[in-house]
């Protein structure tokens, strides 16, 4: 099952859920698809990682070639590049590495060449296989680098993709990708507003997904009131509590605590009960009912 | 103008407590205005609802690749070409299209806006501007998922010069992360306040976004939220802050009051009695007293 993990508000406790529902699997792969700030590698530090570093191509100008045509400035959506008076300029942090301009160009004067934006770090923490993307401080996209990190495990059955906070293309690539979603939201009235603005989002992809409610309060739990007003499967309650807290700020995995591992095999039942017999009848059946 | 922006790295430290608590203990002191730059998931309009209409809800469109059916020919072109995994099947995802063009480059069939494949306007968001008691508000909301999110906080910003020129101090939320919309975001800012979480994921992603802010060139100070829930955090937060010349200007007590403040629509500082609204409260001062040496 492909789980992506999600909440539009952030620190709700994504990360906290998704290292926590990798380790009680006994063959899940962690995704960490949050890479402007990865933490999943903290709770589940690989031993021995492999880094692999990520390039995006960008356009190089070769000057001698260049007819000053500005073909490829007019071609560009992103103004990424500009013209001097004498030659064409490149700011490369607006570059969108869509290849436009090299194709564009009569004069094969733009040549691609690799800017590295960034790194995927892979291997084991004891049982889990562990994925963990990392753009650059001071780059603007790591789309590429999730795409790339999706690639590589797209053939795996059992994947926990831990999204970022938002709504952006960052979360629509784990979401295209998953069976189902999983929305962590927290009970106050931002959680509930973001919750509703990615729950908007995961309709218009028709697919099943399950709230968690963290943090949970004994007073008044707006999260709890949606639900049920709109008809959305709650899969586990979690309660605010120092220690939980405590555990999951330094770092540890709640999950080694037997107690504690119940709340995230109650998730995972709950939501295989989400997908149903639906799964196992027709393999292809959520690939089917995607909607673009 | 001065402009002060709040960022955190990390999601759901505070950054709207504290930017909401700002623009509360602004009123009457100095002339100001605000705007939240999280577009994603903008919040500051819950607690600031109420203002006369600047600016009504204005549409931001972006450009998204269409496909003509009746003339593909599902050559692949397009799909080979497209550097973002929007075309699968002769079908775009809206969603990681980013609208380059680069399908309408490559796409054989017909010619201009007649081609098969071609890039149109479509809304991404709508955005506002409003008077409230507190200053000159600017918002906005991205449709969920349009992408166009620097595009988005450039208009947020654009607006909040614009309409709230005489203002002496622009308050600005921000949002988590390090990426696109922080870069947009601290563009032409004065001073940038993290607000960090002690905890080991707090710490690294206080050294990704301390690194992104340096590199942009703006000065930054810091507060310690909710400092007292894992003092050892604190304690690290705090060396790593020194060894890296960032201020700490000031630390908040875990509070249950501000859950109550936020459930109510309303800034920690009007509970007067709570004891992180009078840190909240010294907080203000010392980054005024920043920002103006700026």
């Known amino acids: 099952m492909k789980i992506a993990i999600l909440s539009g508000k952030g620190g709700t406790g994504k990360t ?10 006994q063959d899940a792969v962690y995704l960490d698809c949050d890479v402007e700030v990865p933490n999943g590698h903290l709770y589940l ?58 194709l564009v160009c009569p ?90 603005i990615c729950i908007d989002l995961l309709n218009t992809y028709n697919k099943p997904f399950g709230i968690v409610i963290n943090k949970s309060l004994d007073t008044r739990n707006y999260i709890k009131t949606f639900c049920r007003e709109h008809n959305i499967k709650v899969l586990a309650e979690i309660p605010l509590s120092p220690e939980l807290a405590r555990i999951n700020a330094s770092g540890q995995l709640a999950a080694k605590d037997a107690e504690y591992s119940r709340i995230f095999k109650k ?15 027709h393999p292809d059946s959520v690939q089917d009912r995607e909607v673009f | 103008m001065k402009q002060l922006l709040i960022l955190s790295g990390k999601g759901g430290t505070g950054k709207t407590t504290i930017a909401s608590s700002f623009i509360s203990l602004l009123k009457g002191q100095q002339k100001a205005c605000f705007a939240d730059c999280d577009v994603d ?18 549409t931001c469109f972006g450009k998204r690749a269409v496909i003509n059916q009746s003339l593909c020919t599902h050559c692949g072109l397009c799909e080979q070409h497209c550097r973002f995994g929007a075309m699968k099947n002769g079908v775009v995802n809206p969603y990681l299209c980013e609208g380059c063009g680069v399908c309408e480059l490559v796409c054989p069939i017909g010619s201009g806006s007649e081609k098969a494949v071609h890039l149109a306007e479509t809304s991404t968001g709508s955005y506002s501007v409003s008077a409230t008691e507190y200053g000159i508000f600017s918002t906005a909301s991205l449709k969920p998922g349009a992408g166009a999110t620097g595009k988005t906080i450039n208009m947020v910003k654009q607006n909040l010069s614009t309409y709230g020129e005489n203002a002496e101090i622009a308050v600005i939320d921000g949002s988590p992360g390090i990426g696109c919309p922080i870069i947009s975001s601290v563009a032409g800012v004065d001073l940038v306040l993290l607000v ?99």
Do not use: W
């Not at chain 1, 998730?267 to 009848?281: D, F, H, M, T, V």
């Open chain 1, 16 to 25: 906290f859920v998704s290292v926590n529902l990798s380790y009680i699997q």
């Open chain 2, 196 to 294: 960090l979480e002690p905890s080991l994921s707090g710490l690294s992603d206080l050294t990704r976004i301390l690194k992104t802010v340096r590199q942009l060139r703006v000065p930054a100070v810091a507060c310690i939220n909710r400092s007292d829930t894992a003092p050892q955090f604190t304690q690290d937060i705090y060396r790593y802050c020194a060894e890296h010349e960032l201020m700490v200007l000031e630390e908040i007590p875990f509070d249950p009051l501000v859950i109550r403040a936020v459930n109510h629509n309303r800034p920690i500082v009007d509970y007067p009695n709570s004891p992180a609204a009078q840190r909240v409260t010294s907080l203000f001062s010392k980054t005024l007293e920043v920002l103006n040496t700026l």
């Open chain 1, 107 to 196: 004069n094969k004067a733009i040549q691609e060449v690799p800017y590295n934006i960034g790194s995927i770090s892979s291997g084991n923490f004891e049982h889990v296989r562990v994925y963990s993307g990392s753009l650059n401080p001071g780059q603007m996209q790591g789309s590429a680098i999730i795409r790339r990190m999706i690639d590589q495990t797209r053939h795996l059955p059992n994947l926990v993709m831990d999204c970022s906070p938002g709504n952006s293309c960052h979360v629509v690539q784990g979401i295209v990708e998953a069976d189902l979603c999983i929305l962590v939201a927290e009970p106050t009235v931002f959680g509930v507003n973001d919750m509703r």
């Open chain 2, 41 to 58: 998931v903008p919040n500051l309009h819950l607690i600031f609802s109420e203002g006369q209409t600047m600016l009504s809800q204005k």
């Open chain 1, 267 to 281: 998730i995972l039942k709950n939501a295989q009960a989400l997908l149903g017999p639906r799964l196992e009848s």
């Open chain 1, 45 to 102: 530090p690989i031993e021995n990682p492999v880094v692999e570093p990520v390039d995006m191509p960008i356009p190089s100008i070769l000057h001698e070639k260049c007819s000053r045509c500005r073909a490829c400035m007019n071609f560009c959506a992103f103004h990424a590049l500009s013209f001097t008076g004498k030659q064409v300029l490149l700011f490369d942090h607006l570059c969108h590495n869509c290849g436009g301009c090299a």
